[in-house]
Nanobody, 127 residues
Framework: QLQLVESGGALVQPGGSLRLSCTTS??????????IGWFRQAPGKEREGVLC????????NYVDSVKGRFTISRDNAKNTVYLQMNDLKPEDTAVYYC??????????????????WGQGTQVTVSS
């Protein structure tokens, strides 16, 4: 019954910043006990894992190009997982998704390891 919702996507100039949010729309649901992964998919490309955070707060980075620019975090009081994106580049343009893995304590690298997805939010980086 867990249903995820992403928000925060926008059109932004290169070098700009955005903060994406992932929460649940299901009544009575919480993300506190789940690992949450952020993925992205550009047109004509496969969906790829970007960052994942475990329930205790451990972080795994799957894309070298975002290291030092993107940060994942969670605020359990707000039932929200964030993706802070700084120094955005045109190649970051994609639909960004958050997802819950089949094993709630583990951060899989690939799409096949996740069971629930949001609808995605569009991030466009262009001048």
């Amino acid at each position: 019954q867990l249903q995820l919702v992403e928000s925060g996507g926008a059109l932004v100039q290169p070098g700009g910043s955005l903060r994406l949010s992932c929460t649940t729309s299901a009544s009575g649901s919480t993300l506190d006990y789940y690992a949450i992964g952020w993925f992205r998919q550009a047109p004509g490309k496969e969906r790829e894992g970007v960052l994942c955070i475990t329930s205790p707060g451990g972080i795994i980075n799957y894309v070298d190009s975002v290291k030092g620019r993107f940060t994942i975090s969670r605020d359990n009081a707000k039932n929200t997982v964030y993706l802070q994106m700084n120094d955005l580049k045109p190649e970051d343009t994609a639909v960004y998704y958050c997802a819950v893995p089949t094993d709630p304590y583990y951060c899989p690298q690939y799409v096949s390891g996740y069971r629930s997805w949001g609808q995605g939010t569009q991030v466009t980086v262009s001048s």
